[in-house]
């Protein structure tokens, strides 16, 4: 059967559980700012280990930041459905009507918001840390700008697969740092070109075709990819065992509802009076 949903619905859940996942990232402050933490530890780390000369941090700089970028990226994807799964949100929200497409869009969206603009604001710091040159700057922003979402849509799609696996992290870095590599070459190539007074805007515009290319396929494979990891029979909850149940008969011939913790199905008795009615 065929759910019929109004777009003006569509939109209202969108917003609702865009906001509705911001809230949680903000009271959880210290996984909000893990991601930012891990980037300027990083950044900070290679003058340190390769000497604070001007030049050599200017050459290097763009990797430097987009390799720090795609890092910090990697590390938060891990909750980008992980909380929803385990308390079992989102089984409530694969049968709440709504397009799995739309859910997964909102909650990438969410990630991009928390771990991907972070990154971009804080570039003009990078680059000053980095000795990156002043006519560079607009095009590192530009190449953050495309690049940081194209991260977060492609890496759904490896969260999606490996959600229900309990160390599905290690498995995540495998499949998605592959797909990222075309995204960090062009993007530092494109910064690299202007350092060098050359042509850039193809670079840009491979960017911009990757972003229109992630953003039409990667909520449709992420959507996917969250249907098979919840009919994955291997799949084990996070939470302990149920708590069974027992039907008793009471003296006055009403039925009563009484619960006995961890025992095991085969012992359970049928409805009648017993030592724990």
Known sequence: MTVNTPTGSLSGAFVALVRRD??????????????VIFLLVVISLFPLGIGPGPQLLARIAPGV??????????ISLDGLFRSDFEDGT????????????LIALAKILTHWLVAGLPIVLLSPLLAVWMNLPTETLG???????????????????????????????????????????????????????????????????????????????????????????????????????PVRTRWCCSSTSSVRLRTSTRLPAASSPGCGRSSWC
């Open 139 to 241: 095009v590192m922003i530009a190449t953050l700008l495309l690049g940081t979402p194209v991260l977060s849509l492609i890496g759904s799609i490896g969260v999606g697969l490996t959600i229900s696996l309990k160390r599905g992290g290690q498995l995540l870095s495998l499949l998605v740092f592959p797909l990222y590599v075309p995204i960090l070459i062009v993007a530092t190539a494109a910064v690299m070109a202007v350092a060098d007074g050359l042509p850039y805007t193809q670079f840009l515009g491979l960017l911009v075709a990757g972003l229109v290319t992630s953003l039409s396929l990667a909520p449709f494979a992420t959507a996917a990819a969250l249907k098979i990891s919840l009919s994955c029979p291997t799949r084990r909850p996070s939470i302990p065992d």
């Open 90 to 101: 989102l089984e409530q929200f694969v049968i709440s009507g709504h397009p799995l497409t």
């Open 65 to 74: 930041i987009w390799i720090a970028a795609l890092l910090a990226t990697v």
């Open 22 to 35: 911001l809230l949680l990232a903000f009271r959880r402050r210290t996984e909000l700012l893990f991601p």
